[in-house]
């Protein structure tokens, strides 16, 4: 076997070359390479060093033994979890054949008599030979902790989590105090639950029972984080658990919690403000702990959240960027990963299943939304509802998901809270090492149904037979603390026994719930007031600005015509677009030290290349933010292009301005039919998220809509929608056809942040974006302000001709005001409602009022009937009108899509709708009616 160490010719120099780099860095060759070089070195007449020289070549070595050592050692490493007590309840996963020595034709004999050293890592430190570094791998790997990071892709990351691992760093023995004292959480968590299902018979609160280790597991990592630079720590989890995690880890009062269930459950409960606040059930609110000597010495927060489980994740993950962002500079926010900390938690069968978790996980390492890392918890019950995990998923584990994301994971046996307080702390110094993201599964079971008026015997009969004979973790702790001595005998029950008798004292002098005590909801009023005229000399400041650019900095020659163009734009009347309007806007709010961050997919350039306020040289492929150097500018301004995301990157924009309320926050849909994928974020978060959880955003959405032939995915936002979840002043909706409207509303909006805060949803053009109909003047954006409703100002002279006033919103006036009829029909008016929520009831009445001798008021629009505004503006309009006039509808017929997938069928509709218009107040014929 010698004879086989030795290499001749070019295979000599080969393997020579190979031991040079296995000196230098041994990390860097493949398993078995490594392992072979390990007991290899090259014969003395050929050393290439003095060190190498010292180092004779070993004799007799079978290298097939060797490789089959360090095969095993690999496979202990790669697959222990499959072999690990990970599990309370139920089956460990199996397939462990690989895990033994024979199955890499080595025996216990042959790996006594092989070095440590092939082996490796932390393992074999101090190791006598192969066989004991063996066995303090199989002792590591498959423990009660299972460890899975060959995936990971990083040498540096992987190598960190192997000798760490292997050092036991963060699994020390605990003093007997910290034992004493996990005892005493875990007693906490488990009172509290028992109390409630004593009590409470039958209402739900969704208890953490089976996983009750999760609340010491985040007090570790919580306050782990304390010693290092962390301000913040924001937490997002779904209703499983989440009683007992708002009260112990962020210090809601017991009393509040049952305050809440004394009376009543608010599921039933009508709205009691005439203000529009509902409220929402106990076990989906938010808590802040604010760090004053309280549970923890820093400020924590948990996010609110609905019954979408794991829709919360980007919204947490904004939070967090929000909290690390410093924005009162110009230029580029200034992030620091460290100053905030997100934890999530998740669900066993909604981990794999939502693919809100995907699209979270994309994010993780992206520019414009990375948040340093963040620590991820499967609350692993083994059950979805009623469903077993082999029918909820396709993999293995219920976190394989994370495998393509490259985030190390560990399995851990929710009854073992040594191993899960360690891997808490493992998971913390990870993502403070490296900056990623870091899951642990915590696998434990579910003491109850879904609910607690579910009964799970019905579809889990052997499963909850042996949950209910299983002892819970308390119980097992203080059985495992009174054989060590560390309490007297009969301790961990008269712990419990003080904790059920302080929850009733407690019970016996609730309150009543005080929803004062968190922020109230706005009066209702509306500030119509409120002053966007920009000063001209300070627009051509900001303008030469805009359109300056570095001397060493080449601008792409078709582009530069363009900007050219538009730098002149103020002196032509009118002649700034829509996209220049926008750019003038951001400058001025930003002078104004309002940040701003805007985000889409192809926000930077924009989707119809109007944009372009990110600029790329062609030859040196470098690039330039314009607006990061507009004078006097207070305040930083980030624009990113999004992944191709609705869901996730939304929920993280609505996370963004809860936590950073100060900053104009816009998200942009690459077109506006695609913010239906989304939906969710919409209807949970963005428009009740006040009404239920008092909690307050002003996130603007840019959602490009309008009817130009492009067919039934690019035409409509969906703009009904908005307006029917429109109500108690909940958001803004508007339709604007001008941009020194879209400057003054983007205004308006950036001055309302601290006084009406409130999301606003903006139907953008497509064609108008440089439509000459659609164009501004200087002076336009100087003086005045956003208007509600805009009248016909070609008919100021024949106010007492007009039979028919003609109100509209967006495009549509457009296709209108070019039409020849509409110079050539006197008896016709066309307005257009500007913003259509809140509904612009007085100004439209004047403008009413202002025709003396109108027969009928129309509302034209170019969506179907049973879409658009028509079913939300006509009981609006009768209600105004008092019956004393007519309204009729002129637009496209119902549909199930909302456009016409033929650009010849679109434009006959588009010529029908605007013919009916114009036509002789008699021919009704033309029209659709809505009689």
Same mark, same amino acid.
């Given at each position: ?33 490594? $392992? ?13 060093? /003095? ?46 054949? +690989? ?16 070095? $440590? ?37 990083? +040498? ?72 290092? #630079? ?74 609110? =959240? ?21 924005? =009162? ?37 992206? %520019? ?82 879904? =609910?607690?008026?579910?009964? %799970? ?20 702790? $203080? ?26 004292? @407690? +019970?016996? &002098? ?39 650019? %570095? ?21 032509? #009347? ?36 109007? +944009? ?17 150097? @507009?004078?006097? &500018? ?62 307050? &955003? ?60 409130? %999301? ?15 164009? &501004? ?50 008896? *016709? ?5 500007? /913003? ?5 009831? =007085? ?25 658009? *505004? ?42 029908? @709708? ?18």
């Amino acid at each position: 076997m010698a004879d086989n160490l030795v290499f001749h010719g070019p295979n000599a120099g080969y393997v020579l070359e190979l031991y040079d780099q296995f000196l230098a860095d041994p990390d860097s060759l493949d398993p078995e390479t490594r $392992a072979f070089l390990a007991v290899w070195a090259p014969p003395a007449d050929i050393l290439r060093s /003095e060190a190498a020289a010292s180092t004779t070549a070993t004799s007799g070595v079978d290298v097939e033994r060797v490789l089959g050592a360090h095969a095993f050692a690999d496979a202990l490493r790669r697959h222990g979890h499959l072999a690990a007590d990970t599990k309370p309840i139920g089956e460990q996963p199996g397939g462990i054949d +690989r895990l033994s020595p024979a199955a890499h034709d080595i025996t216990e004999a042959d790996l006594s008599r092989l070095p $440590a050293s092939i082996v490796g890592g932390g393992a074999a430190q101090g190791a006598a030979n192969a066989l004991e570094a063996t066995q303090r791998l199989r002792n590591i790997y498959c423990g009660t902790s299972g460890f899975e990071f060959a995936h990971v892709q990083d +040498r540096d990351e992987r190598t960190w989590l192997r000798n760490t691992i292997e050092s036991d760093a963060f699994r020390q023995p605990l003093s007997d105090e910290r034992k004493r004292a996990v005892l005493q959480r875990l007693t906490a968590v488990e009172g509290f639950e028992r109390f409630l299902h004593q009590t409470y018979l039958g209402q739900k609160r969704f208890s953490i029972e089976g996983t009750d280790i999760l609340v010491p597991m985040l007090d570790e990592i919580i306050n782990a984080a304390t010693s290092g #630079d962390t301000e913040h720590v924001v937490i997002g989890m779904a209703h499983r658990g989440r009683l007992n995690v708002l009260t112990h880890v962020l210090g809601k009062p017991y009393r509040a919690i049952l305050a809440e269930f004394e009376h009543g459950d608010e599921e039933n409960e009508p709205p009691s403000e005439p203000d529009g606040y509902s409220g929402d059930v106990k076990y989906h609110l938010g808590w802040r702990q604010t760090g004053n000597g309280e549970m923890h010495p820093l400020p924590v927060v948990m996010a609110p =959240n609905p019954s979408h489980l794991e829709f919360v994740n980007p919204v947490l993950e904004g939070m967090t960027r929000a909290l690390q962002d410093k924005r =009162n500079l110009p230029g580029a926010p200034e992030q620091n990963e460290s100053v905030a900390l997100p934890v999530v938690l998740h669900g066993d069968a909604a981990f794999p299943g939502q693919g809100v978790v995907a699209e979270t996980l994309n994010l993780s390492r992206l %520019p414009g939304y990375s948040t340093g890392g963040t620590i991820h918890i499967i609350v692993n019950n083994q059950v979805g509802f009623t469903t077993d995990w082999q029918d909820a998923r396709s993999t293995l584990y219920a976190s394989d998901l994370a495998k393509g994301f490259e985030i190390p994971i560990v399995h851990v046996n929710a009854d073992d809270p040594e191993a899960c307080l360690a891997v808490a702390r493992l998971a913390l110094a990870y993502r403070e090492q490296f900056h990623r993201d870091f899951l642990i599964d915590l696998i434990g079971y579910r003491r109850w149904g879904h =609910n607690e008026g579910d009964e %799970p015997s019905f579809t889990q009969p052997k499963m909850y037979a042996e949950i209910t004979a299983h002892e819970t973790a308390r119980a097992i702790w $203080a059985g495992t603390l009174e054989a060590q001595g560390v309490i007297p005998e009969g301790e961990g029950e008269r712990l419990l026994s003080a904790q059920l008798d302080e929850l009733q004292t @407690i +019970r016996e &002098s609730t309150y009543e719930p005080d929803g004062a005590a968190t922020n109230g909801l706005r009066d209702g009023a509306f500030n119509d007031g409120t002053l966007t005229a920009a000063g001209e000399d300070e627009l051509r400041l900001f303008n030469d600005a805009l359109h300056t650019f %570095p001397d060493s900095f080449t601008l792409n020659a078709k582009l530069k015509r363009q900007l050219e163009r538009r730098r002149g734009a103020l002196d032509r #009347d009118p002649g700034i677009d829509w996209a220049h309007a926008e750019s003038l806007a951001f400058a001025s709010i930003l002078a104004e030290g309002v940040p701003i961050r805007l985000t889409g997919q192809d926000s930077e350039r924009g989707t119809f290349s109007q +944009r372009h306020l990110v600029l790329h040289d062609p030859e040196t492929g470098d690039d330039v933010t314009i607006l990061h150097s @507009i004078p006097g &500018s207070e305040a930083s301004f980030a624009v990113f292009n999004s992944p191709l995301s609705e869901t996730g990157v939304l929920g993280f924009e609505y996370g963004y301005t809860v936590a950073a309320p100060d900053t104009l926050v816009l998200w942009e849909a690459q077109f506006g039919d695609f913010v239906n994928s989304a939906q969710v974020i919409i209807d949970q978060f963005i428009i009740p998220g006040e009404a239920k959880w008092r909690q307050r &955003s002003a996130l603007v959405l840019l959602l490009p809509h309008g009817y130009e032939g492009q067919g039934p995915e690019h035409s409509s936002a969906r703009l009904e929608r908005f307006l029917q979840m429109a109500a108690n002043n909940n958001i803004r909706v508007v339709n604007c056809t001008s941009a020194a409207q879209y400057f003054h509303l983007l205004r308006r909006q950036a001055a309302l942040l601290h006084t009406d805060p409130r %999301p606003l949803i903006v139907m953008t053009p497509k064609s108008l974006l440089r439509h000459p109909k659609a164009l &501004s003047s200087l002076s336009d954006l100087a003086e005045g302000g956003f208007q509600e409703v805009i009248d016909d100002s070609s008919a100021e002279s024949r106010r007492d001709e007009a039979q028919r006033l003609v109100l509209c919103s967006g495009k549509v006036h457009v296709d209108l005001s070019t039409s020849d009829a509409f110079a050539e029909t006197r008896e *016709v008016a066309v307005a257009r409602v500007e /913003e259509l929520y809140p509904f612009p009831h =007085n100004q439209l009445r004047t403008i009413v009022e202002s025709y003396p001798n109108l027969t009928e008021v129309v509302w034209l629009q170019e969506e179907p009937q049973n879409m658009g *505004v028509w079913r939300f503006i006509e009981p609006r309009l009768r209600e105004l009108l008092g019956g004393e006039l007519p309204v009729r509808y002129i637009g496209r017929r119902e549909r199930a899509s909302p456009a016409e997938g033929s650009n010849d069928d679109h434009q006959r509709e588009q010529t029908r @709708i605007v013919a009916a218009a114009f036509a002789e107040v008699r021919a009704m014929e033309l029209s659709v009616s809505d009689d």
